[in-house]
């Protein structure tokens, strides 16, 4: 996970606060450990998603719509940090129709249509805006040509299934790596992109495969974290 938000590890715990002005909580420290990227305090909102979002084993959320949600929130985190898109979440939820992939492949057609989604609080780059209109058209028409009876936003077997065929099993001795891409995330990439995918590339593949809950080797959670599995050895 991309973050440029460290630990400072001489940083006192603070007790949790009311809310914030701006609706995200005061910073706490619970005494949990977790993964790097999540264990500054004064990120809660980072520390919610890892908590209870984040490389969940067996998928957090396995409906078409949230997989297709993830795969426009990891294309526009290239070059952010994740904080900075999970910030932005609910702009892009009510901009993309709650991702709603059918409505935003019929309806966003036009450049007016993009230049209206660059005037919401999502990440203002036009070639991410771009390719969020051509992934949705490239997801609809994937899931209607391999699952028909699964196409549907709420639908838990449709991408879902799809993406079990870049499923690595990692064995209880496996050494920790320290990943960006892999094997699967290569041919997910791959595969993606000849069917029209853009800002797919093997790192947000990798990132994506992680954060959705498809097993594979590399970084899941730190061995010091408290949503370590203890049955593999995988560490960040």
């Not at 007790?15 to 305090?41: I, L, Q």
């Not at 991408?159 to 099993?169: E, I, P």
């Amino acid at each position: 996970m991309d973050t440029d938000m460290n630990a400072n590890p001489s940083r006192k715990k603070r007790k949790v606060s009311p809310a914030k002005a701006n609706g995200e909580p005061e910073p706490v420290g619970d005494g949990k450990g977790r993964c790097t990227w999540a264990s500054n305090p004064r990120y809660p909102l980072l520390q919610h998603y890892h908590d209870t979002e984040w490389c969940m084993p067996g998928g957090f959320n396995r409906t078409n719509r949230y997989l297709f949600e993830m795969i426009i929130l990891e294309g526009a985190q290239a070059g952010l940090s994740w904080s900075t898109v999970l910030h932005k979440r609910d702009a892009y939820r009510e901009a993309y129709d709650n991702f709603d992939y059918n409505r935003i492949a019929d309806t966003y057609t036009s450049p007016a249509s993009n230049e209206r989604l660059l005037q919401t609080n999502i990440v203002k780059n036009k070639l991410k805006v771009e390719a969020s209109i051509t992934n949705a058209k490239a997801f609809r028409d994937l899931l209607q040509e391999l699952y028909p009876d699964q196409a549907q936003l709420e639908d838990e077997n449709g991408f879902w299934q799809f993406l079990q065929a870049y499923k690595m099993k990692i064995g209880a001795n496996t050494e920790p790596q320290y990943l960006t891409s892999n094997e699967a995330s290569d041919r997910l990439s791959a595969d993606l992109k000849k069917r029209g995918f853009k800002f797919v590339g093997t790192t947000i593949m990798y990132s994506y495969l992680q954060a959705v809950g498809i097993e594979l080797e590399g970084v899941h959670h730190s061995s010091n974290c408290f949503r370590h599995s203890k049955k593999t050895h995988i560490t960040k």
